[in-house]
């Protein structure tokens, strides 16, 4: 079709307001995925994501409409995922298209991601649609919501589409809008070849599989092509769109959007946001917006049993293949012994690899609390990143410590303002604005250290509000702070992976907290276990494990034998997540008690 007849659009939602629900109904009314195919939620096809309700990685679909004036469109849906550590990848997706559906759950209205991903289409110069989802739910109130959209988002909802998707109301009409509304994209196929990529992902057998959206000019199977920011060239073996499947065509033109691969090795070779040019051929500049990927979270990952050291590299290195964002580098633990220290770009990311490792490469991990970079400066001007706490120089080879900083946007109904102020203010949180959204529902915003996020944070928003209140950040730059290390000692070792990085205000609440809850987790043994918190050479905190008695033992080998082997089989799935230290068997929750001090 001419380039005039093509859409390229995203869905763009809070999680849970319909966007994968809307995507299945437009590829089913538009006849690319027969009925009979539909699994529910097709562009969601990851385990982990279907589990877990969020979409993680990106995908495209192309559809082919007849639309009310008789023509054939093409529209092209490039799905976003639906999580503030992937905001990278969400703004290169709305970066390759013309428009976006906002879907709001009429029963709910506009909450924190609607507009996290709001600002960033606006970013991106696109034209939006406001549709608003569930008018089949009796709490809908369209009205109320178009209001919310206008005060709040400034938007112009004269024209937003009333929708069900779950009931397939409106859909016809968002096709119609996205036809008459979204622009066609720019015809630049005589210019250069330029292509951005929105997606790309490791295979087994083809190596990478890149989606981009093609710019300006043309590209054609056999090109060799080349990715200007990672400077890697490759030769397409497959070029085709997905309509949603593969489908392999000879070339593809400017505004139109598909896959390449070329036996292209790892995913960081055609890293999402890069542009794809043609080798050899005149230079064009890089399309704009291209980021590093900058871990912000760093965890240690240590095999319970060091002979999986090797196995855990293995598969460390295969998904990093897959994913260009991972990092690790070999840590060395005298408590721990061999691991990884890996960095993230977020807590959602770091359990997505934690899971993968578990679940795919069957290892058997102990990782430690997640601790955010920072920049340690010393008395001679210079400056190290440090994203390990036991690695915090010590205190008298520093001038100061800096730490990351976010803005926290939290929107609530006002019953919660209370509890959600008083949850910033203790993760020393500096209060920023408070708007009214509706009579009802208010927008929170604070700035805070990422460090305070990346603990409970999430949880406890949710658990102080009854799960009603959303929330979105991102990072703002870095400030200095009074932070020292905290460091935790075992039956008189110290115990490198559970020191953390803590104001000097909450240094002494944390230590104690931190003792108590080590006592509740590290089982009893034959001996007495002093637990002590320190800093420097001080002792702020201490606690100690009882031995165990006697006829606590006795108790165990005395009674009936069906008791006998579930107390077996506890002690031994309790095991598969020890690791000694010392004489001291720790179990992995150990490792994690600094985030659940509250
Ligand atoms: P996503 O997180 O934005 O992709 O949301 P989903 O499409 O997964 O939908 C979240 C939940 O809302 C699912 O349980 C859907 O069945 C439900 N849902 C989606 N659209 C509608 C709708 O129009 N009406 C009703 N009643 N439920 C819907
Ligand atoms: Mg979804």
Redesign the pocket.
Known sequence: VPVSRIRNFSII?H????????ADRLLQFTGTVEDRLMKG?FL?NMDLERER???IKLQAARMKYVAADGETYVLNLIDTP?HVDFSYEVSRSLAACEGALL?VDAAQGVEAQTLANVYLALENNLEIIPVL?????PGADAEACKKEIEDVVGLDTSGAIL?????GIGIEDILEAIVARVPAPRDTTKEPFRALIFDSYYDAYRGVIVYFRVMDGEVRVGDTVRFMNSGKEYEIDDLGVMAPNQLPVKALYAGEVGFLSGSIRAVADARVGDTITIAGKRAVTPLPGYEQAVPMVFCGLFPVDADQFPDLRDALEKLQLNDAALKFEPETSSAMGFGFRCGFLGLLHMEIVQERLEREYNLNLIITAPSVVYKVHSADGSVVMVDNPAQLPAAEKRAFIEEPYVRISMITPKDFVGPLMELAQNRRGEFTEMKYITEARCELVYELPLGEVVTDFFDQLKSRTKGYASMEYHLIGYRRNELVRLDLNINGEPCDPLATIVHRDKAYQVGRALTEKLKELIPRQMFKIPIQATIGAKVIASESIAAMRKDVLAKCYGGDISRKKKLLKKQAEGKKRMKSLGKVDVPQEAFMAVLQLE
Request: one cysteine or more; hydrophobic letters at 30%.
């Open positions: 939602a999680i849970d307001h319909g966007k994968s629900t809307l939620q969601d309700g969020i979409t639906g879907v989802n569930k008018i089949d739910l929708c069900s998707a779950k009931e």
